[in-house]
């Protein structure tokens, strides 16, 4: 029997706020535990929550790059559960009257078809501390309280993928849209952006939806396909030996690359929702709406469609280039020096991101700036340099973040275009090579290849070759009387 997944995402974004989502607290990462607490985000008895105005302006902004629903009025809730990194017993989130809903989010597959995914909602909510496991002895954990209170958005989509590709292409579109808007950093690593992926299979063709699992945290894209994968293979085999699914939380190993149970799954009920009575309902008022509105930036989608329009860039190209906000500035100021857009494009993708995505860095650690880059791109256009030379040029740009031109003085490399010295080396070329001529002349035009790559292995790649391949043709021809 063929089976078919339904996929579902739901996202953790941490807001960029100052302080945490009630009370004053500092929400930086990274200081000495337990340094950034109160009684208020510890929940001690007496004290009262007080909303953050700034995490509510950026939920607000991601409500309206998706196409929600902002809820002029929304509630609070108390979710009851044992966290052991939550002190207080529960954590104040939102339940049946979220702050943002009914979105929608398009994706584009790297080997699908464009789609569009489903917003379910987009609530507000703490985040719990840390349990650390690590450098404390066996068996003992110690909790950091840090990160209680900080803000966070869970973004819950519809289960509208139907596969790990699709479910990849949404995570990372919503990645590229925080950034966009500046409201999360987007660290997976630090878990600032992570994401519970909830998978089930049912036969190809059926409308019910099969039993799902849900797999908690996961941390990088790679890992959300390979988990999702994995899921799905084990729910196949399961059904197919005539097992049923269990409803449950798994945990994805990335070292043995497989889930494993967790513990049964949760229902809402289960958490004993109430709203919560420390705060009143909240009410947006439209001034907000506006001002998140006005904070909006050019998102990725119409970003890409002016790269296409304005630069003359395929579909692909402006997708690449409009990855992230900082990408796409890059490459708007290297156009913006003179070069040609489409050349600066081809730089840009290949052989920049090329050499950063080797060394594990992003654009904003870029050595090469993008005025050089554009000036090296320019003298490319002006015949400076072939474009087989400014690949040595590129390189020790890169290496030592210094401009093209002193490269390609320095180390002698700009082409050759005197049509009397190109002359002189085909001359030479074509008289050491005699037996290719006759080849020439007996009507094997392929031929002449060799000879241009002679030319420019004499050269050191430096002649032009335009110029180089008219010459050689010329001179050759001339042979056949």
Request: net charge negative; proline share 5%.
């Amino acid at each position: 029997m063929e089976f078919e997944p339904v996929i579902g995402l739901e996202v953790h974004a941490q807001l960029s706020t100052k302080s945490k989502l009630f009370c004053g607290c500092s929400t930086q990462y990274g200081a000495e535990a337990n340094t950034q607490t109160c009684p208020v985000c510890l929940g001690m008895p007496g004290t009262l929550p007080v909303l953050n105005r700034e995490a509510v302006r950026m939920a607000v902004m991601m409500g309206l790059a998706v196409e929600a629903e902002v809820r002029p009025r929304s509630v609070f809730a108390r979710k009851n559960y044992f966290y052991p990194d939550l002190p207080k017993g529960y954590q104040t989130s939102q339940y049946e009257l979220p702050l943002i809903e009914h979105g929608r989010l398009r994706t584009e597959p790297e080997d699908g078809e464009p789609k569009v995914v489903g917003i379910t909602r987009i609530h507000m909510e703490e985040d719990a501390g840390k349990s650390l496991h690590e450098g404390f002895g066996e068996g003992v954990t110690a909790i950091d309280l840090n990160r209680t209170g900080t803000p966070l958005i869970e973004i819950v989509s519809e289960p509208d993928m139907r596969s790990p590709q699709e479910a990849v292409a949404y995570l990372k579109k919503l990645h590229s849209i925080v950034r966009y808007l500046e409201i999360c950093d987007g660290n997976m690593q630090e878990g600032s952006f992570r994401c519970d992926a909830n998978v089930s299979i049912r036969p190809m063709g059926s409308e019910e939806f099969g039993t799902r699992t849900e797999l908690k945290n996961l941390n990088s894209f790679r890992n959300v396909e390979r988990a999702i994968t994995f899921e799905m293979a084990r729910q196949q085999e399961v059904l197919e030996d005539g097992g049923h699914i269990t409803q449950e939380t798994r945990l994805w190993d990335a070292d043995k690359g497989e889930t494993r149970s967790m513990r049964t799954k949760e229902e809402a009920n289960d958490y004993r929702y109430f709203p919560c009575p420390d705060l009143l309902p909240l009410d947006v008022p439209e001034t907000l709406v506006e001002e998140a509105r006005g904070s909006l930036p050019e998102l990725p989608d119409a970003k890409r469609e002016r790269f296409m329009t304005e630069f003359g860039l395929k579909d692909y190209d402006a997708s690449v280039l409009t990855t992230s906000r900082e990408l796409a500035g890059y490459y708007e100021r290297v156009v913006a020096t003179g070069a040609d857009a489409k050349l600066a494009a081809n730089w840009t993708m290949v052989e920049l991101l090329g050499a950063l995505n080797k060394d594990g860095r992003d654009i904003t650690e870029s050595p090469i700036s993008a005025e050089n880059l554009g000036v090296l791109v320019q003298r490319i256009e002006d015949e400076t340099i072939s474009g087989k030379i400014a690949k040595q040029v590129f390189e020790p740009m890169y290496a030592e973040g210094i401009d093209p031109d002193t490269v390609i003085e320095r180390e002698g490399l700009k082409q050759i275009t005197d049509t009397s010295a190109i002359e002189a080396v085909v001359d030479e070329v074509i008289g050491e090579n005699e037996g290719q001529v006759q080849q020439y002349l007996d009507g094997k035009d392929k031929v002449l290849g060799f000879f241009v790559g002679q030319v420019m292995k004499k050269t050191g790649g430096k002649a032009n070759p335009q110029q180089v391949n008219q010459i050689v043709k010329e001179k050759l021809d001339a042979r056949k009387g």
